[in-house]
Structure formats: C-alpha cells, structure tokens
C-alpha cells in the first residue's frame, strides 16, 4: 500500500478509531467497547470515534488521509484470551493480509486496500488487535479479553501522542 508525499506533509486532523465488532458476539465486540471507553476517557475528546460494527466499504467515507487512523479489533494473535498487540503501518498492512477469523478482518483488509486505492490510505495508521477468548452470543467480553480495554486505550492515546509529538 502506498502513501503520497501530500498525505505525509499535509496538515493532520483529528485521529479517527474504528471500533470493529459484533457487540452481541461477546469478545467480537471488543473493538466497540474500546471505542465506548475511549468516549469516557478524559483525553477521548480529541479523537474522532466511529462505531465500525462488522465493518463495510461504507466505512471508507470516515477515512482522511490526513488524518491517523486507528482500527480496533478482535484477531487471531495465537496468544491467550486478551493478548493485546499494535501493528502500525506496514506492519498492520502485513497483518491484515495474513489468515483471517472472522468477516470483518477480511472487510478490514478491503477496506484498508480500497483507501489506498482511492488514494486516502493515511500513512499513520494502526491496527491494535486483542486476541478473544470467545464469541459466542453475550453481550460482554470475557473477563480476560474485557482487561484489556484499558491497555486498549492507553495504547491508542500513546499512539496519538508520538504521532503528534513527531509533527
């Protein structure tokens, strides 16, 4: 995937996070209760929260090539249940072409691959992936999986201070 020099040298706007999930799929929903977090969070209000639900090509429209974008969602880390892991840039690229569990890593892919294609892929850009224990039908995560909400959060906001404190 390719970045322009115009979106590495344009002005930023604010950090978009895409909660993806399915919140009535128990740890599925994990990106969705990050995103909730993040909205109560005292620093939350300088991110642009977008609820991705099972995410679509429709979500291409939240994208800002000026903008970092952050993606949030379950994964396969072949780790134990709430294992929290960030890829960023080429690294997250890499990770989403990898072998996918569920929909909407495969829609996460494509949405990420259509934005490049439109020439909007932002060059920050992260995914930051929990591993879930289940996801069954429930409505909250996994007591292990709902532990990293936290770490969740604190490494989205360490991730949009570095980005901005290398402005």
């Known amino acids: 995937m390719q970045t322009s020099p115009e979106q590495i040298l344009a002005p930023s706007a604010a950090p978009v996070v895409l909660g993806i999930g399915n919140s009535l799929l128990t740890d599925d929903g994990i990106g969705i209760h990050v995103t909730t977090a993040l909205a109560r969070h005292p620093d ?3 991110l642009r929260l977008c609820d991705g639900g099972t995410i679509g090509l429709s979500l291409l429209a939240e994208i800002d090539a000026h903008a970092p974008l952050i993606a949030v969602d379950a994964m396969e880390l072949h780790a134990p249940p709430g294992t929290l892991a960030v890829f960023t840039g080429a690294a997250m690229d890499r990770q989403l072409t990898g072998t996918k569990r569920s929909a909407h890593e495969v829609a996460l892919a494509d949405l990420m691959q ?3 294609l439109s020439g909007i892929l932002p060059a920050r850009r992260a995914l930051v992936a929990i591993q879930p224990e289940v996801t069954t039908w429930g409505l909250a995560p996994t007591p292990a999986v709902a532990a990293a909400i936290p770490r ?3 490494a989205i906001l360490t991730l949009v201070k570095d980005w901005s404190d290398a402005d």
């Open 114 to 116: 259509a934005a490049d």
């Open 152 to 154: 969740a959060v604190a």
């Open 44 to 46: 939350g209000g300088a």
